[in-house]
């Protein structure tokens, strides 16, 4: 099953964030299902923006707790080894954005060049990858 942001921003209950509600009960019953959740990446980097925007927790909080909760089940990432690259990225330098950690990793990853005028991601960028 794909798991949209609602449902994984319902099971995300650090320090009360997410009260018992219908929209929680639903995805607890998704979870229990003995299927997995599938999480897109589209579905990661909103999840990453309405944690931190709408429940005002810290980029590196939230790098670090989608870490955790994404590598157990039901939970299952569309590429694990790109995803939890990118949340440890985050949660080690919170002023990249999460798209860019993606972008930093993924280029890692394949060795293609990141073209970008974000400066710290450039600088980032030439930390991560030998030339």
């Not at 018992?20 to 909103?46: D, I, N, P, W």
């Not at 860019?100 to 990853?109: G, H, K, M, Q, Y």
Request: glycine letters at 6%; proline letters at 2%; hydrophobic letters at 55%.
């Amino acid at each position: 099953m794909l798991a949209d942001t609602n449902v994984i921003v319902a099971l995300f209950d650090v320090g009360g964030t997410c009260a018992h509600t219908e929209a929680r009960a639903l995805a607890e019953k998704a979870a229990a299902s003995g299927e997995s959740l599938m999480v897109t990446e589209g579905v990661l980097v909103e999840c990453v923006w309405v944690l931190t925007a709408r429940f005002r927790l810290t980029i590196a909080r939230v790098a670090e707790v989608l870490a955790e909760m994404l590598s157990t089940a039901p939970f299952e990432l569309w590429d694990e080894r790109l995803g939890a690259a990118a949340l440890r990225l985050m949660a080690a330098e919170p002023r990249l954005d999460v798209v860019d950690c993606l972008l930093l990793e993924r280029s890692l990853a394949s060795g293609e060049p990141l073209v970008t005028f974000d400066r710290l991601a450039r600088r980032i960028g030439d930390e991560l990858v030998e030339i």
